[in-house]
T-cell receptor, first 113, second 112 residues
Framework: SAVISQKPSRDICQRGTSLTIQCQVD?????MFWYRQQPGQSLTLIAT?????????ESGFVIDKFPISRPNLTFSTLTVSNMSPEDSSIYLCSVEGSRNEQFFGPGTRLTVL | GNSVTQMEGPVTLSEEAFLTINCTYT??????LFWYVQYPGEGLQLLLKATKADDKGSNKGFEATYRKETTSFHLEKGSVQVSDSAVYFC???????????FGPGTRLSVLP
C-alpha cells in the first residue's frame, strides 16, 4: 500500500484568501485524485491529476476555483481559491493501488471564516 | 450511472454486540466492492474488498461477501469494540477509467 502525507493537516482561513494543499506519496503513481468531504457528508471527487497533463475536473468543479498541479509522479497540490465559508471541508488526496483499490491521505481540515 | 446505498446511521451498539451495516449497489458489469473506515479526525482507510461475486473480504474481524444476486456487500462483525467507533463507507469501482463511487457513510458508536 502507498503511504500518503498531506500538508497542512488543518487550517483556518479568512474569506477571500487562497490555500494550497500539498500531497506527497512514497512511490511513483500515475493517477492522483482530490476529494472534498463536506461536514457529515460522503466524499465527492473534485478532479483527477495525471503527471504532465491538465487535471480532469468533475461536474461542478472548475480549474479557476481549484487549480491543481502535478509536477512529478509523487507529488500534487490543490489550491482552494477565493475561499468562502462554503469551502469549509476536509480535502483528501488519494492514489490508485496496484489492485484497483484507492489509498487516502490523512486529509486537510479547512475552516473558512 | 453507478451508485451505492448504505443504511442510515447513526448506529449505536454496546460492546460485544453483533454489527451489520447494509450496503447495496447499482452498477453495470462486475464492479469491485470496498469498505473504508474513517476514525475520528483521520482520513479513510481501506478495511476490506472483494473483486468478484461470492468473494468474501475480511480484516480485523470484519467481513463482507459480494452477493451478485442481491447486489449487496453488507459489512458484519461478530463482536464490536469501543475502538470500532468510526464512520464506515461502502464503495465501488466499476472499471478502468471510471471513478470510485462512495456511499453516504454510516456512523457507528460503540458504548462500553
Amino acid at each position: 500500500s502507498a503511504v500518503i502525507s498531506q500538508k497542512p493537516s488543518r487550517d483556518i482561513c479568512q474569506r477571500g484568501t487562497s490555500l494550497t494543499i500539498q500531497c506527497q506519496v512514497d512511490s511513483q503513481v500515475t493517477m492522483m485524485f482530490w476529494y472534498r468531504q463536506q461536514p457529515g457528508q460522503s466524499l465527492t471527487l473534485i478532479a483527477t491529476a495525471n503527471q504532465g497533463s491538465e487535471a480532469t475536473y468533475e461536474s461542478g468543479f472548475v480549474i479557476d476555483k481549484f487549480p491543481i498541479s502535478r509536477p512529478n509522479l509523487t507529488f500534487s497540490t490543490l489550491t482552494v481559491s477565493n475561499m468562502s465559508p462554503e469551502d469549509s471541508s476536509i480535502y483528501l488526496c488519494s492514489v490508485e493501488g496496484s489492485r484497483n483499490e484507492q489509498f487516502f491521505g490523512p486529509g486537510t481540515r479547512l475552516t473558512v471564516l | 450511472g453507478n451508485s451505492v446505498t448504505q443504511m442510515e446511521g447513526p448506529v449505536t451498539l454496546s460492546e460485544e454486540a453483533f454489527l451489520t451495516i447494509n450496503c447495496t449497489y447499482t452498477a453495470t458489469g462486475y464492479p469491485s466492492l470496498f469498505w473504508y473506515v474513517q476514525y475520528p479526525g483521520e482520513g479513510l482507510q481501506l478495511l476490506l474488498k472483494a473483486t468478484k461475486a461470492d468473494d468474501k473480504g475480511s480484516n480485523k474481524g470484519f467481513e463482507a461477501t459480494y452477493r451478485k444476486e442481491t447486489t449487496s456487500f453488507h459489512l458484519e462483525k461478530g463482536s464490536v469494540q469501543v475502538s470500532d467507533s468510526a464512520v464506515y463507507f461502502c464503495a465501488l469501482w466499476g472499471a478502468k477509467g471510471q471513478n470510485f463511487v462512495f456511499g453516504p457513510g454510516t456512523r457507528l458508536s460503540v458504548l462500553p
